[in-house]
């Protein structure tokens, strides 16, 4: 069954940590069941210019927002024990061990794949693998960096992939695209990543 939570995070400077916005969209058998987000004041609450010109969200927009800790409970049970995916996971991925790590929050246990990785195995010539180009490809509607938008748009970019090259299990996708599969865990994580091929010789 092709079922995961695709999520996004967008951030208020250049700190992995200072996450601002998750998203988030779950896939069941292929389908988009639920998609939800949090607005999250980071410590500290401070935005730099470049990011704001991103998103459009400021530090006054989350002044009173709840910091990632609290809306944690909220989040964690899509994460732990879950298939997860986005889109440049090595970014998203990244915030979220930082942000765990900021509040001594113990790492969920999952596995995960990078909708861009499986992308570019997916569809060769594009010009672009971005979530803006490939949505506007696959016309999908998208809010860009709004962080449930993303998610939702990483989503339907992973199931468009799978159904195109007869994926039809999560766990099927490293296999089918040449990748391998990331994992986060208690203490630790591998990255995601594309697998290398060996070198054969022929007589």
Same mark, same amino acid.
């Given at each position: 069954m092709l079922n995961f939570v695709a999520f996004d995070f967008e951030t208020a400077n250049y700190q992995r940590e200072s996450v601002c916005e998750l998203g988030i969209?779950?896939?069941?058998?292929?389908?988009?069941s639920e998609t939800r987000s949090w607005r999250i004041r980071p410590t500290p609450n401070w935005f730099h210019p470049g990011n704001i010109r991103v998103h459009g969200i400021t530090a006054q927009d989350v002044a009173h927002a709840p910091n990632f800790a609290a809306i944690w409970h909220e989040a964690k049970p899509y994460f732990e024990h879950s298939n997860v995916v986005a889109h440049n996971a090595s970014f998203d991925m990244s915030c979220l061990r930082h942000v765990l790590s900021q509040y001594e929050l113990a790492f969920p246990r999952l596995s995960y794949a990078c909708s861009l990785q499986v992308a570019r195995q997916?569809?060769?010539?594009?010009?672009?693998?971005?979530?803006?180009?490939?949505?506007?490809?696959?016309?999908?509607?998208?809010?860009?960096?709004? !962080?449930?938008?993303?998610?939702? &748009? =990483? !989503?339907?970019?992973?199931?468009? &992939? =799978?159904q195109e090259h007869i994926v039809s299990d999560f766990s099927e996708i490293g296999s089918a695209f040449g990748l391998r599969m990331g994992k986060l865990y208690y203490g630790g994580y591998e990255a995601a990543g594309k697998l290398k091929r060996n070198k054969r010789y022929e007589m």
């Open positions: 969209a779950v896939v069941e058998d292929g389908q988009i997916a569809w060769s010539g594009f010009r672009s693998y971005g979530l803006g180009p490939l949505s506007q490809r696959f016309s999908i509607d998208l809010h860009h960096h709004a !962080a449930e938008s993303d998610a939702v &748009a =990483c !989503a339907q970019i992973l199931v468009r &992939a =799978c």
